[in-house]
């Protein structure tokens, strides 16, 4: 019974000893800024490039070309084209392109990542009075912009 109660003895020092151990804390709050955030890239894997050819072996056939833009927001956002900018020389051709961007894309419009189309056509067949153009003349440059909402 001794050796009983003097174990109960010293657990009871050992419990109160622990609670009498000083000890502090402090709470720090963490705070976190994101600004709004957009941005317009072409995607990767893609040429960055409209190519339009006319084939006067299918003269019917739509002249156009894809180019797969990425956009990147935390926010609501619209994408346009700012500006079809014309090469020296080719305004005429340059002013026939007509530029279509896929707004119906899986989260266009919304926060996130998406990859959407953008198109570029041209009538050819009905402009032939304007003449040739060698194989891989630049006419032009597309501007799009992306703006938050």
């Known amino acids: 019974m001794k050796k009983v109660l003097g174990i109960l003895f010293v657990m009871v020092i050992m419990a109160v000893?622990?609670?009498?151990?000083?000890?502090d804390l402090e709470i720090v709050p963490v705070f976190l800024r994101i600004p709004e955030f957009v941005k317009l890239s072409v995607a990767p894997g893609d040429d960055g490039k409209f190519e339009l050819f006319f084939d006067p072996a299918y003269p019917d056939v739509t002249v156009q070309d894809t180019v797969k833009l990425?956009?990147?927001?935390?926010?609501?956002?619209t994408v346009e084209v700012s500006s079809v900018n014309p090469v020296s020389g080719y305004e005429s051709w340059a002013n026939l392109v007509?530029?279509?961007?896929d707004t119906l894309a899986t989260g266009f419009g919304t926060p996130g990542v998406v990859t959407f189309n953008t198109t570029a056509t041209i009538n050819v067949i009905?402009?032939?009075?304007?003449?040739?153009?060698?194989?891989?003349?630049?006419?032009?440059?597309?501007?799009?912009?992306?703006?938050?909402?």
């Open 17 to 23: 000893s622990a609670l009498a151990a000083p000890s």
């Open 70 to 77: 990425l956009a990147e927001a935390n926010i609501n956002y």
């Open 98 to 101: 007509n530029i279509s961007i």
């Open 126 to 149: 009905d402009t032939l009075y304007l003449g040739p153009i060698p194989s891989a003349t630049h006419i032009a440059d597309v501007v799009f912009t992306i703006s938050a909402m």
